[in-house]
């Protein structure tokens, strides 16, 4: 009997310190991404993911993540602020009036010095430069450079390598302390030089002439279904990189390079994901995978023809959005939801997932509910902002299926308002994707009620409802701007920065996106 119960306690002893292993976390970030890219967003994309896929049919696919906005032409810059400190994007600690909305604890808040503290290790890699620096640094390991290359040790493949150094350290170390692993890609951001297999595989080439048109493949991605030759206005950011000068692209817009230019974004992100599935086999043998966290999402969309536009300065729902998938314990298997996020929300919620105490800096919500299935949105409202060209910029809210997005640029000289039913239109069709000649390049013809409802009398009612709605977020968001047709709020936009005389000047090297 004596023997029995010894043997019971020894038992007894050892379960608290199994139910009480704390989960762990990966996090998955990349460079420059639309959730169209994906199948699991858009069925018909030649896109082959299947590890990606296999997060989707493991966890939770999010169908509106969205990230805030920028106030900077480098979209990723606040984007990974945000990411980092969970704070809106007029209260960054980099904004334009930080000095009255940012506290300056925000530093000692981030994500890595958060879990540092609750016992956490923390690894990251990622590409370097336009994200935040000081909270990079907080993680205990780091392996940061910009790979954007075709190979495996200047592509996506060398991220890999470090989270699996990390994993194998770990293991020939008996390390049990949970850990967090900001495991972040520069690629598919341009220049989008894929492995030539893969660039075989997609029939594309890294077009390197400005001066002719790459090749126009069968097997390469189709135009987008909402592919314009050209943007109906201008988009207000004059000399914009990523609109005239991402290789390979340019200013051209025509099928062939929209089309070469998607096989080589394929090409990056299948890369990628086999590099996560990698990493996911060595946590399986670890015996980690169960009981780790994994978020796989991007900084931004991003257009590659859609709209006529290339880049990510735009607020339309291909580059506001971004993909967003979570696997781990207690996720429901290829579950899905809108959930109405931000990617400011994830530091809250991984806190709330792993019982860390959330930082009060935080203005994130925590999305956890979404994750186990209490609910299908953390917000009803969702608002965006590109002001990093000319101002006060663009403006977008969405509630429901109706969406507003409004341009002030140029000093007064594009005010445009768009209106869209997401339900009905949720391409976000202009009139110009009703030309019979950009019908035949994508074989799509919209139907007659797609288009920017912005000009019909039948939706005055709700014009008006949405444009109210937009002044209350940029409100209550502290957005320092209004638009022409906003009352001004006594505000005192911030200060533009002065053009420095070109006489004598070096030229500055251009920053790495």
């Known amino acids: ?39 699991i967003y858009r069925p018909d994309s030649k896109q082959e993911t299947p590890h990606i896929d296999r997060l989707a049919a493991e966890g939770m696919v999010l169908d509106a993540a969205h990230h805030m906005g920028s106030f900077s032409g480098a979209v990723c810059t606040p984007s990974r602020h945000m990411v980092m400190c969970g704070r809106t994007v007029w209260h960054l600690p ?3 009036k930080a000095m009255e909305t940012c506290p300056p604890e925000v530093i000692d808040n981030v994500m890595a010095e958060v879990f540092n503290r609750a016992g956490y290790d923390t690894m990251r890699t ?43 350290e770990r293991s020939s170390n008996k390390d049990e302390d949970p850990f967090l692993i900001y495991f972040g890609f520069s690629h598919p951001h341009d220049v989008r030089d ?22 126009e493949r069968d097997g390469q991605p189709v135009l987008p279904n909402n592919w314009l030759p050209a943007h109906p206005f201008h988009h207000g950011h004059p000399g914009l990189r990523d609109e005239v000068s991402v290789s390979g692209v340019w200013e051209n817009r025509d099928p062939a390079t929209i089309r070469n230019e998607l096989g080589r974004e394929y090409a990056c992100n299948e890369y990628i994901d086999i590099q996560i599935g990698r990493v996911l086999a060595k946590l399986e043998e670890m015996g980690e995978l169960d009981n780790t966290y ?31 998938v979570v696997k781990g314990p207690g996720i429901k298997a290829s579950s899905r939801a809108p959930g109405n996020i931000y990617l400011l929300d994830v530091l809250s919620t991984m806190c709330d997932l792993t019982g860390v105490d959330i930082p009060e800096t935080s203005e994130g919500i925590s999305f956890k509910p979404v994750l186990l299935g209490e609910k299908e949105v953390t917000r ?26 409004k341009y002030d640029v140029l000093d007064g000289e594009v005010r445009e308002t768009q209106l869209f039913h997401l339900g009905d239109n949720p391409d976000e069709y202009l009139k110009e994707h009703h030309d019979p000649a950009v019908a035949k390049l994508t074989g799509v013809k919209p139907q007659p009620h797609q288009v920017n409802l912005a000009g019909d009398p039948k939706h005055a009612e709700k014009l008006a409802e949405m444009e109210a709605l937009l002044l209350s977020e940029m409100r209550r968001l502290n957005d320092p701007w209004r638009l022409w047709d906003q009352p001004d709020d006594g505000l005192t936009p911030p200060a533009r920065k002065p053009k420095s005389a070109k006489k004598n000047k070096p030229k500055p090297k251009k920053p790495k996106a």
């Open 380 to 405: 009803d409202v969702l608002y965006g902002v590109y002001n990093g060209g000319t101002k006060p910029g663009m403006r977008s809210v969405k509630k429901g299926d109706w969406k507003l997005i």
């Open 94 to 96: 980099i904004a334009p």
């Open 294 to 324: 994994i978020f796989y999402t991007a900084d931004h969309g991003m257009a590659i023809g859609r709209h006529g536009l290339q880049g990510k300065q735009n607020l339309y729902e291909h580059t506001w959005k971004v993909p967003f």
């Open 1 to 39: 009997m004596k023997t029995f119960l010894s043997l019971a306690l020894v038992l007894l002893a050892f379960v608290p310190c199994f139910a009480d292993k704390r989960p762990n976390i990966l996090f998955i970030i990349v460079d420059d991404q639309s959730p169209l890219d994906l199948d």
């Open 126 to 168: 990622c590409k370097r430069g336009n994200s935040y620096r000081g909270a990079n640094e907080k993680f205990t390991v780091v392996h940061d450079a910009t790979k954007r290359g075709g190979t495996a040790e200047t592509g996506s493949a060398w991220h890999g390598e470090r989270v699996l150094e990390y994993l194998n």
């Open 194 to 215: 894929g492995t030539p297999e893969l660039l075989a595989k997609y029939e594309a080439t890294n077009h390197t002439d400005k001066n002719s048109l790459p090749k």
